[in-house]
């Protein structure tokens, strides 16, 4: 049989091992995309898909009050960071650096899945997510990506659903 002969879904090693063992435990068969450029920032990844911006999730880490959380976000929206504060009752919210972001999580910015992290934290899904049939995320790599429905999406991340986007001025 020859690499042709398999199908996506069936090469998780695509996956980032760590996010390929997570998807295994969840019992999730999801087809795990590798593309030869990065998908790093959203506007790589719709690119690279071919879809709306809007229907990649961004997986982001703040630090409210020095405690790690993650936000899931769309891809065409921005967080209202005092919103997340608000929301978690915090003193105070920071996006967290690189090394908290890996440190946390396991993984490099830019390649950040919404679950399979090596420390469990708070998620914050928004709600806008819900908006869309299909979603895309990291798959632990700055070149991979896979594709999920929202709601399934966020509670594999044990999300709370919240409106923590900014909004227009």
């Known amino acids: 049989m020859s690499t042709s002969d398999i199908t996506p879904a069936a090469v998780p090693s695509d996956a980032h091992p760590r996010f390929a063992a997570a998807l295994r ?3 999730l068969d999801v087809e795990v995309r590798r593309f030869p450029d990065a998908t790093r920032t959203a506007a790589e990844a719709a690119t690279a898909v071919g879809c709306e911006l809007g229907r990649i999730v961004k997986s982001l880490i703040f630090e ?7 936000v899931l976000m769309d891809g065409s929206s921005r967080v209202d ?3 997340v504060r608000e929301e978690l009752g915090a003193g105070k919210v920071k996006r967290a650096g690189a090394d908290t972001v ?3 999580t396991g993984y490099a910015i830019g390649g950040v899945p919404p679950f399979g992290h090596v420390t469990r934290t708070r998620v914050l899904a928004d709600r806008g997510l819900l908006a869309h049939p299909v979603v895309w ?6 070149h991979t990506v896979f594709a999920l429905d929202p709601a399934t999406l966020i509670g594999h991340a044990g ?3 919240v409106d923590v986007r900014e909004q227009p001025a």
């Open 25 to 27: 435990e969840l019992g």
């Open 137 to 142: 995320a990291a798959a632990g790599t700055p």
């Open 81 to 83: 960071v005092e919103r």
């Open 64 to 70: 409210a009050d020095g405690t790690p959380v993650l």
């Open 159 to 161: 999300g709370t659903l």
């Open 102 to 104: 890996r440190e946390t």
